[in-house]
């Protein structure tokens, strides 16, 4: 089992930047992949993006792609979502969780962490 813990997450106003970190630990060599979802007040998770463990692929939900950035640390087992221009339709908790494949599909992703919420003023 790979235990995660999100960190990073907070009040900021809109057009405001954060940056979420995740870091894993336990059977690290069991996935291949890393993507982070948010899920917001009433809604349904959504993807936001992934990246395969060595950083040489990443996918990104289309609307947010140009404002989030994901990108891994291997050294330190941990994965980063930099979000810039924040709005407030942003606001959401944000989970990291792992897959054995590289995917946009929430249930093809095995470990989840507890989530770090993200508050977006207007």
């Known amino acids: 089992q790979v235990q995660l813990v999100e960190s990073g997450g907070g009040l900021v106003q809109a057009g405001g930047s954060l940056r979420l970190s995740c870091a894993a630990s336990?059977?690290?060599?069991?996935?291949?992949?890393m993507g982070w979802f948010r899920q917001g007040p009433g809604k349904e998770r959504e993807f936001v993006a992934a990246?395969?463990?060595?950083?040489?692929?990443?996918l990104y939900a289309e609307r947010l792609k140009g404002r989030f950035t994901i990108s891994i640390d291997n050294a330190k087992n941990t994965v980063y979502l930099q979000m810039n221009s924040l709005k407030p339709e942003d606001t959401a908790v944000y989970y990291c969780?792992?897959?054995?494949?590289?995917?946009?599909?929430?249930?093809?992703?095995?470990?989840w962490g507890q989530g770090t919420q993200v508050t977006v003023s207007s």
């Open positions: 969780a792992t897959s054995k494949v590289f995917t946009t599909d929430p249930n093809r992703y095995d470990d």
């Open positions: 336990g059977r690290t060599f069991s996935f291949t992949s």
């Open positions: 990246i395969s463990w060595r950083g040489s692929s990443t």
